[in-house]
């Protein structure tokens, strides 16, 4: 009986910092803009089919590095086709690598890191030191290298920034779980005989929220830099479909003749990885129960 | 202090070994029969029979691991099956490129990273704090190829300033190399200099509310000292520390950077080989960031721990 008392106690907790936290956000103006930022590229890569725009693969040789015009708000590329709706389409192939890959990273890295610092022991000291080795391997030339023996496409450039974060997750995670572990509602629900597996889902797994919560969002910003970089090295999205990071690729070969080329995918992946960043600052800042 | 030098060898060993297990394990990834592949796309037997014998392909995987870790103990990361050059020699050939690349980004970094972050802090809460937080989230923000494509844009085509590209070895000519490496150590400091501003200003952020800090100030200490004696001293070694962690988004950023400006080094010899699929250096150039990386953590850690007194009081 007592144990469902406690029980009560920190989920009520949880409410009302939610509740806090979510004024504490829509106060914090930079997250907001943040917010609004993120919103603007999900809808307009989720209504990318719906705009009346130019077919993004649309060849014309009349209308090969025109400059920015009525016809063409963002003028046309090497071969003619519109950059504005290569934009748009390429916001896709970002968010999605974002996206997807830090699901994955968190999908595998929570678990992962909830066994070692929940179990502890040789588990904890094997997970710990897998995490360390892929930890020493820098992000970016993991990816490259995991992309390159897997082959060059989307999802292959998915997966491989999916490996690379996921340590960070098992990490922080981890210490989280140490963090709470020793709490007393954790003692006392091990006391009252709930499994492992029970007390791992409705003590430890809440008290992890909060922080993957924040890192998942700034490791998106992260993954779209980091997709957009395999692209542009020829190593994520393959030509003819439109991505940001290709199309910079493209437009290093023309900077003199059509500068334009280079000027929007790099300004589109700023903003859409600031939106993030933004976001991610902001959750810290609301979430965070330090800071009053 | 010895004890925790071995304490901390005994964590950086097993990592070591389980990224050679993983860079290993790489090889297994290709689909197929990886002697064919790895010898190319000429299909030429005597390279396919090169490869086989090479790497032990007709033993068990683990046999094939003891051999391959054997030659990378003796520094035989394999040969390059492009230009048959060993890949050692091939790395040891780009690395002092990178390092002198890492190295200026590094100075830029701190130039412009360290003291933002102190005006940052000590302003806290004005429109220079304000303005110098955007500044840095931007920088983390942008992708520095982009940045580098910008700045070729402006400064090489519409001005002519600097050049778009190229080499020089800083023995040779001083002058052309910095001419060559500023753009591209710029943009690779940028990111870095975002991170150092705000680590920068949380730790200051700490000691300006320490004892010490209230108590310079109490007995009359000009404000200007007490900022850099009395708080940036404390607050410095946090940030040192921090730096050695960045090593690696270093050696990642550099891959870019040098893409760029095609600067020969280390980063450009992986994509190379990444698309000429020589896949023996793209092993050895991970198996030696990864190396680059715990040996600098290692001794960030030992030195954090000899400079520090509170640490090394508890022995």
């Known amino acids: 009986m007592s144990a469902i008392t406690e029980a009560a106690l920190p989920v009520a907790g949880a409410q009302r910092s939610g509740s806090r936290a979510w004024k504490k956000l829509k106060a914090n103006r930079s997250a907001l803009v943040g917010f609004v930022m993120v919103a603007f590229f999900v809808a307009v890569a989720l209504l990318a089919p719906v705009l009346p725009i130019d077919d993004p693969a649309a060849t014309s040789w009349s209308a090969v590095r025109k400059a920015p015009s009525l016809a063409h708000l963002m003028g046309t590329d090497e071969i003619g086709r519109d950059v504005f709706s290569r934009m748009i389409w390429g916001a896709r192939a970002s968010l999605i690598a974002g996206v997807i890959s830090v699901v994955m990273a968190v999908a595998l890295g929570v678990p992962f890191g909830l066994i070692a610092g929940y179990f502890g022991g040789w588990i904890d000291q094997v997970i710990s030191r897998v995490t360390d080795a892929m930890l020493a391997m820098p992000f970016l030339i993991l990816a490259i290298a995991l992309a390159a023996f897997l082959g060059p496409s989307l999802t292959n450039a998915m997966i491989a920034i999916g490996l690379s974060a996921m340590p960070i997750f098992i990490r922080l995670t981890r210490g989280q779980v140490l963090s709470v572990k020793t709490e007393d509602y954790v003692e006392g629900a091990r006391a009252v005989g709930l499994t492992d597996f029970a007390i791992i889902l409705r003590y430890i797994l809440p008290n992890v929220f909060a922080p993957v919560l924040v890192q998942a969002t700034l490791t998106i910003a992260t993954a779209i830099i980091l997709e957009a970089a395999l692209s542009f090295l020829g190593l994520g999205q393959q030509p003819p479909a439109p991505s940001w990071g290709s199309m910079l690729n493209v437009a290093k070969n023309f900077l003199t003749q059509a500068p334009w080329m280079a000027w929007w995918p790099g300004a589109a992946i700023f903003l859409v990885v600031l939106g993030f960043n933004l976001l991610g600052d902001g959750l810290r800042d609301a979430l965070d129960p330090r800071e009053t | ?315």
């Open chain 2, 1 to 315: 202090m010895l004890s925790y030098i071995i304490r901390r060898l005994a964590i950086a060993v097993p990592t070591l070994i389980l990224v050679s297990i993983f860079v290993f394990t790489l090889q297994k990834l290709l689909p197929g029969d990886p002697a064919l592949i790895m010898a190319g796309e000429d299909r030429d037997p005597a390279a396919i029979e090169f490869v086989r014998e090479k790497y032990h392909l007709s033993e068990p995987i683990p046999v094939q691991y003891f051999y391959w870790v054997k030659g990378v103990l003796q520094g035989d990361l394999g040969v390059s099956l492009r230009t048959s050059q060993p890949v050692l020699g091939l790395i040891a050939h780009k690395l002092p490129v990178t390092i002198q690349l890492a190295i200026m980004a590094l100075v830029i970094a701190f130039v412009i990273g360290v003291p933002a972050g102190i005006l940052s802090a000590v302003k806290k809460g004005t429109v220079i704090d304000y303005a110098a937080n955007i500044v840095a989230l931007s920088g983390l923000s942008v992708p520095n190829f982009w940045l580098g494509i910008m700045l070729i844009l402006l400064v090489s085509v519409n001005l002519g300033w600097l050049p778009a590209s190229g080499y020089e070895s800083p023995f040779v000519d001083p002058l052309r190399s910095l001419e060559t490496m500023i753009m591209p150590a710029f943009v690779l400091g940028t990111s870095l200099a975002a991170t150092l501003m705000r680590h920068t200003r949380s730790a200051m952020l700490g000691v300006m509310k320490a004892d010490y800090v209230r108590t310079a100030r109490a007995k009359g200490v000009r404000e200007l000292a007490v900022i850099l004696k009395h708080a940036f001293r404390n607050a410095l070694l946090p940030v040192v520390t921090l730096s050695a962690l960045l090593f690696g988004e270093l050696l990642g950023g550099a891959v870019l950077t040098e893409q760029i400006f095609t600067i020969p080094g280390f980063g450009k010899l992986i994509v190379d080989a990444v698309f000429t699929r020589d896949y023996a250096v793209v092993q050895g150039v991970i198996l030696c960031a990864a190396a680059g990386v715990i040996l600098v953590n290692l001794v960030a850690d030992v030195l954090y721990f000899l400079v520090n007194p509170r640490m090394r009081a508890t022995l």
